[in-house]
């Protein structure tokens, strides 16, 4: 599976959208993004994911570069609970082994 | 329904004892994961499970671990001679794979403490 690399951590201020990068510049033709976040002592939870179109749900909207070498998770109107470790991962469509990089941590701040 | 859960939630135990931490998936899923999370660490792959193939242990970090899953359901993360690096959070996750993306739903995790 493609690596990516996220930066460590983020701010952003609450009821402001935060954009958090990810680059997955070796990412092949069948590898899908996934997005999960992580609450403080909980176990991770899956936000969105997408191939190369734009995706977006109740929780956040994941854009795609056109080239698929990065994309962007977008939460539009960042809340206190949204203070979470947010990991980007690539991984084929049918694929189980799923490998965790370190992820962004956001502190979403009043 | 009910989501994975995973027992116990807190385990303390001495160095040199076995411990044997459970998994129980969402009933109908035919994949399971384990994971391992030190203290602020991001999550590190130990072995996975699908339907009634061999399982993909590529992840365990020394012949002390090991895993089964019964019946295709439960799963069990046996550690032995437990050590003090061994302390970390376990993560159990499961999946369908009915569709295509298989989104992994996750436990609460057992944070296991070794003395």
């Known amino acids: 599976d493609a690596k990516t690399t996220q930066p460590p951590s983020m701010d952003c201020a609450e009821g402001r959208a935060a954009n958090l990068p990810c680059n997955h510049s070796t990412i092949s033709g069948n590898e899908y993004v996934y997005w999960y976040r992580q609450i403080h002592s909980q176990g991770p939870q899956y936000i969105i994911h997408?191939?190369?179109n734009n995706e977006t749900n109740e929780m956040a909207s994941l854009i795609i570069t056109e080239d698929r070498k990065s994309s962007t998770l977008i939460l539009p109107h960042a809340t206190l609970r949204d203070t979470a470790v947010y990991y980007c991962?690539?991984?084929?469509?049918?694929?189980?082994?799923?490998?965790f990089g370190a992820g962004t941590r956001l502190f979403v701040k009043a | 329904g009910a989501g994975v859960s995973q027992s116990p939630s807190n385990k303390v135990t001495e160095k040199g004892k076995d411990v044997e931490l459970r998994c129980d998936p969402i009933s109908g899923h035919t994949a399971l994961y384990w994971y391992r999370q030190s203290l602020g660490q991001g999550l590190e792959f130990l072995i996975y499970f699908q339907g009634n193939s061999a399982p993909d242990k590529s992840g365990l970090p020394s012949d002390r671990f090991s895993a089964e899953r019964t019946g295709g359901s439960v799963s069990t993360l046996t550690i032995q001679r437990t050590q003090q690096e061994d302390s970390a959070v376990y993560l159990c996750?499961?999946?369908?794979?009915?569709?295509?993306?298989?989104?992994?739903?996750f436990g609460p995790g057992t944070r296991l403490t070794v003395l």
């Open positions: 997408g191939l190369k």
């Open positions: 991962i690539v991984k084929a469509s049918g694929g189980f082994k799923t490998i």
């Open positions: 996750a499961s999946s369908s794979t009915s569709g295509r993306y298989n989104e992994q739903f």
